[in-house]
């Protein structure tokens, strides 16, 4: 059975940061790419990041929207992913999810964390 | 950034046949994939490639289109069904629709 945590959300106060993280298990990490997409309360969704695995040299890219204050990063030995987010303001507030893809659709997902920007 | 326009809602009796439309902005030929979020939920995937049905989805749910048009069938429709459908495509980048909620009369 895939499994997906994310963790690390909370309250934070604007201008802060915030490192999340992703655990996964039942599917083979190490052939997929890694993402972080998050929803704003009552809202749509939004691609933050993306990290591919071993055979792609573990690119990274990200929306132009974040780019600067996001960091995406993975650990194929835990099965895991990672973002690091900084300068954190309001708008930021979101549930975070960590979809795993084959490069173009998100497979697995899983029930995300919440992120909120206030002081 | 490649846009796509959903319609926002829809309302639909059990039983029915529903079509859940999303318009890109520029081609992304078939690299259109849809999403079904029930609330509280996360999303799952439903049709990956414009047309393709995600394993252990049922077949009451199929997607066609190319290009610019897309279409999400459901057919027939059940009150399970109730949900918001994403579109996202993955020609430019990754982006989603708005999503269309779909209610049940």
Not at chain 1, 48 to 55: C, D, E, F, G, L
Not at chain 1, 62 to 79: C, F, H, P, Q
């Amino acid at each position: 059975e895939v499994q997906i945590l994310e963790t690390g959300g909370g309250l934070v106060k604007p201008g802060g940061s915030l490192r999340l993280s992703c655990a996964t298990s039942g599917f083979n990490f190490n052939d997929y790419f890694m993402n972080w997409v998050r929803q704003a309360p009552g809202k749509g969704l939004e691609w933050v990041a993306q990290i591919r695995n071993k055979n792609y040299n573990y690119a990274t890219y990200y929306a132009e929207s974040l780019e600067g204050r996001v960091t995406i990063s993975r650990d194929d030995s835990k099965s895991s992913v990672y973002l690091q987010v900084s300068s954190l303001r309001a708008e930021d507030t979101a549930i975070y999810y960590c979809p795993a893809s084959t490069g173009h659709w998100f497979a697995y997902w899983g029930q995300g964390t919440l992120v909120t920007v206030s002081s | 950034d490649t846009v796509l326009t959903q319609s926002p809602a829809l309302a639909v009796s059990p039983g029915e046949r529903v079509t859940i439309s999303c318009r890109a902005s520029e081609s992304v030929s078939t690299l259109m994939h849809w999403y079904q979020q029930k609330p509280g939920q996360q999303p799952t995937l439903l049709i990956y490639l414009a047309s393709n049905l995600e394993s252990g989805v049922p077949a009451r749910f199929s997607g066609s289109g190319s290009g610019t048009d897309f279409t999400l069938t459901i057919d027939p429709v059940e009150a399970d069904d109730t949900a918001t459908y994403y579109c996202q495509q993955s020609w430019n980048d990754y982006t989603f629709g708005a999503g269309t909620k779909l209610e049940l009369k």
